[in-house]
T-cell receptor, first 112, second 115 residues
Framework: GENVEQHPSTLSVQEGDSAVIKCTYSDSASNYFPWYKQELGKRPQLIIDIRSNVGEKKDQRIAVTLNKTAKHFSLHITETQPEDSAVYFCAASILGGQNFVFGPGTRLSVLP | SAVISQKPSRDICQRGTSLTIQCQVDSQVTMMFWYRQQPGQSLTLIATANQGSEATYESGFVIDKFPISRPNLTFSTLTVSNMSPEDSSIYLC????????????FGSGTRLTVV
């Protein structure tokens, strides 16, 4: 089955700097890669996703890149703000399928 | 995005008892998913619930321990049976949200503590 690895497990950045979180997956059939943000005590919230037919997607300060050949994808957050502090989870799945696997998470701290 | 009402939001239960968690979605969905999130950990899929058929369980989860009902396209329940302290966790339901580019939307979660 699918296996998703995520690095780093913790990340601290200064406010205004960029943050990058990387994930790798094992199942070449996976074609959908979402990123979730989970603040303390709250539900995971989808922040951005990418399908396998594109290599990059951007939404304001957040971008995701995908390298299908290498089976890895990354989340990029620019101009970080304290409210970006949270745990971020990547995931890999097959659209319409039931194989939805999350990475172990990255705890991001943005220091003022 | 889809609106999911999940209840209870939290409960403290005695070991050996059972708790049923409910999820109500504001639109019809084919599949509903149940996840467990242990403290400080990632999300682990327990099972997928399709209306009109038995739920599909992931490795390590069995129907006797986590029976699931899916009586219609907007509702599902997960029961945690014969609870032990190891079942203390957050349980979340989720749906594939076609209004959000097929991303998954989660319920607010049920924080279960077994004493």
């Amino acid at each position: 089955g699918e296996n998703v690895e995520q690095h780093p497990s913790t990340l601290s950045v200064q406010e205004g700097d960029s943050a990058v979180i990387k994930c790798t997956y094992s199942d070449s059939a996976s074609n959908y890669f979402p990123w979730y943000k989970q603040e303390l005590g709250k539900r995971p919230q989808l922040i951005i996703d990418i399908r396998s037919n594109v290599g990059e997607k951007k939404d304001q300060r957040i971008a995701v890149t995908l390298n299908k050949t290498a089976k890895h994808f990354s989340l990029h957050i620019t101009e970080t703000q304290p409210e970006d502090s949270a745990v971020y989870f990547c995931a890999a799945s097959i659209l319409g399928g039931q194989n939805f696997v999350f990475g172990p998470g990255t705890r991001l701290s943005v220091l003022p | 995005s889809a609106v999911i009402s999940q209840k209870p939001s939290r409960d403290i239960c005695q070991r050996g008892t059972s708790l049923t968690i409910q999820c109500q979605v504001d639109s019809q969905v084919t599949m509903m998913f149940w996840y467990r999130q242990q403290p400080g950990q990632s999300l682990t899929l327990i099972a997928t619930a399709n209306q009109g058929s038995e739920a599909t369980y992931e490795s390590g989860f069995v129907i006797d321990k986590f029976p699931i009902s899916r009586p219609n396209l907007t509702f599902s329940t997960l029961t945690v049976s014969n609870m032990s302290p190891e079942d203390s966790s957050i349980y979340l339901c989720s749906v594939e949200d076609q209004r959000r580019s097929y991303g998954y939307t989660f319920g607010s979660g049920t924080r279960l503590t077994v004493v």
